[in-house]
């Protein structure tokens, strides 16, 4: 069983930055591709970023390209979601999950393990 635990969620005005982490109690940590996703209230959870194992790969959402950069510590068992030039349409709960099977996948399905969410809420 993988547990993940994100922080670093909170309020911030337009154009502000937040650095999301998520910590996997893991041994097997560099085997799993990692995710982040939000919803929003009413909406689905939707695809944000992804990493693949070895952070060699990553895929982003065209809404965050170029303002979103995801990352991860293998040695840490924790992966980032840093966040710049923040807007109000961002404003969601952010979730990461876990893959093993897959790798960089966009699909909510393939991930087997998710945390239970940190709120960023982006003020206009």
């Known amino acids: 069983q993988v547990q993940l635990v994100e922080s670093g969620g909170g309020l911030v005005q337009a154009g502000g930055s937040l650095r999301l982490s998520c910590a996997a109690s893991?041994?097997?940590?560099?085997?799993?591709?990692m995710g982040w996703f939000r919803q929003a209230p009413g909406k689905e959870r939707d695809f944000v970023a992804a990493?693949?194992?070895?952070?060699?790969?990553?895929d982003y959402v065209d809404s965050v390209k170029g303002r979103f950069a995801i990352s991860r510590d293998n040695a840490k068992k924790t992966v980032y979601l840093q966040m710049n030039s923040l807007k109000p349409e961002d404003t969601a709960v952010y979730y990461c999950?876990?893959?093993?099977?897959?790798?960089?996948?966009?699909?909510?399905?393939?991930?087997?393990?998710w945390g239970q969410g940190t709120q960023v809420t982006v003020s206009s």
């Open positions: 999950a876990a893959d093993r099977a897959y790798g960089l996948s966009r699909l909510v399905a393939a991930y087997e393990y």
């Open positions: 893991t041994f097997s940590f560099s085997y799993y591709g």
């Open positions: 990493i693949s194992q070895n952070a060699d790969s990553t």
